[in-house]
């Protein structure tokens, strides 16, 4: 026997503890019977532990021969290889009513800047043929309830559809609310809406600048669409906003008990818009992300962001072989950050699949690197998530681990918080 090499500990107030990546097992233990178990543990043979029976029913302590690189390999593998749903992120439209700073679209040329009624009507005759029953759609872009008449109008299409059941997200600068969009939304499967904010007033209008909307607009807004749909807050978090957060939570905190919550991201410089002056350390935003969290939490808030916790064998739909992303032209791509045809994998042509075979660049179908054969990822506790992370950043050099690699143990007590306190 031995024990597992991908398990986290933690304490917390005054209980200890244990989560396996691998099997996604948690287990709770008094403080005071922590160092038994650790020895448990450190002796994983004597199986006259009282710890032995659930360390063992648990996966914290394994057989010799039992292959934990081979399980997440066939959990990533079943994911990836998943029929049960077709996920399609469909890119309206480019165009945008704010300019922010920190856009990773900025400074980038489009052959096509937004889907033609003919695209809308390429796509939906595409998923009439899809073999999946089930078929959800993140409607994207640019900001796009600028297409918001379109996607009802396509919604709409894919309501008489007996084959399949359609579900919907929105991904939304929060800059409009329309009453009819958001009310037949609901009616057609809208699950929920991502709004990206980066603080309020001030700060708001230096990151985001737009002549179409302010801060006041996007928090009335938000409320509005609570009625309709859970609405979860990405923070944007830079060197400019970090001080200031806060106010966006004080803004909203009349609706913390609706279906509202928070996560949070870190604004990165690209090449293409760079933007390193604001830009913050891993560490630093790591550590302003465990403090804003857990204050949210002490304020009741609901904060939604602990992927590494749950984790259903996929880092990135980038790597699903069910998973799309659809811009102008109908042109696929395996990642959301990539807009150039010449670097999609495929076309949508009288509604079938066309594939390119000499696809280049971040449209490339296989990862850069096998992470199983890689020592340094085999041997991090975080490979039953991250599955080597993010292909996108490797390809530009960058790297691919994500963010909270280096503070599980205080993602795992966040994890608890969010999970257990409440209940």
Excluded at 110 to 131: H, I
Excluded at 294 to 316: E, R, T
Excluded at 389 to 417: M, N, Q, S, V
């Amino acid at each position: 026997m031995r024990k597992s090499n991908y398990y986290i500990s933690a304490k917390i107030n005054d209980f200890v503890l244990y989560y396996n990546l691998v099997n996604d097992t948690l287990l709770q233990l008094p403080a005071d019977r922590n160092e038994g178990c650790i020895r448990c543990l450190q002796n994983p043979n004597d199986t006259t532990s009282i710890y032995w029976p659930k360390l063992y029913e648990d996966r914290f302590i394994v057989e010799d021969d039992y292959d934990e690189m081979r399980e997440i390999q066939r959990r990533h593998l079943k994911t990836v290889n998943s029929t049960d749903e077709l996920n399609i992120t469909v890119i309206s439209t480019l165009k945008c009513n704010s300019d922010c700073t920190f856009c990773y679209q900025r400074n980038l040329d489009f052959q096509c800047e937004e889907m033609t009624d003919d695209d809308f009507d390429g796509l939906y005759t595409f998923l009439l043929g899809v073999p999946q029953r089930n078929i959800h759609i993140s409607w994207y872009g640019g900001e796009p309830l600028l297409a918001r008449e379109k996607i009802l109008k396509f919604c709409a299409r894919a309501d008489k559809d007996k084959k399949h059941t359609y579900s919907y997200s929105v991904s939304t600068n929060a800059s409009i609310f329309d009453e009819k969009f958001f009310r037949m939304m609901e009616r057609y499967g809208l699950t929920n809406v991502t709004v990206s904010m980066v603080g309020t007033k001030e700060t708001q209008s230096a990151l985001r600048p737009s002549t179409e909307y302010d801060s006041a607009r996007v928090i009335k807004n938000i409320i509005s669409m609570t009625r309709y749909t859970r609405v979860i807050v990405k923070i944007d978090l830079c060197k400019s906003n970090i001080e200031n957060i806060r106010d966006i939570f004080e803004e909203l905190s009349g609706y913390r008990h609706s279906s509202l919550s928070f996560s949070f991201n870190r604004i990165v410089s690209y090449d293409h818009r760079p933007c390193a002056e604001i830009e913050l350390d891993v560490d630093t935003y790591m550590k302003h992300v465990i403090e804003l969290a857990n204050w949210a939490l002490d304020h009741q808030f609901c904060i939604s962001d602990m992927s590494c916790f749950q984790n259903f064998g996929v880092y990135c739909g980038a790597y699903a072989n069910n998973n799309y992303v659809v811009g102008p032209g109908l042109y696929l791509y395996h990642c959301d950050r990539t807009y150039d045809p010449k670097d999609s994998f495929a076309q949508i042509v009288n509604g079938t699949l066309v594939y390119h075979l000499d696809c280049a660049g971040c449209g490339s179908a296989e990862p850069c690197t096998d992470p199983y054969k890689v020592d340094e990822c085999r041997e991090c506790r975080l490979l039953p998530y991250c599955n080597g992370g993010c292909d996108y950043l490797r390809k530009l050099g960058k790297c691919a681990c994500p963010p909270e690699r280096d503070y599980l143990e205080e993602f795992l007590k966040l994890y608890y918080r969010i999970r257990y306190e409440r209940q």
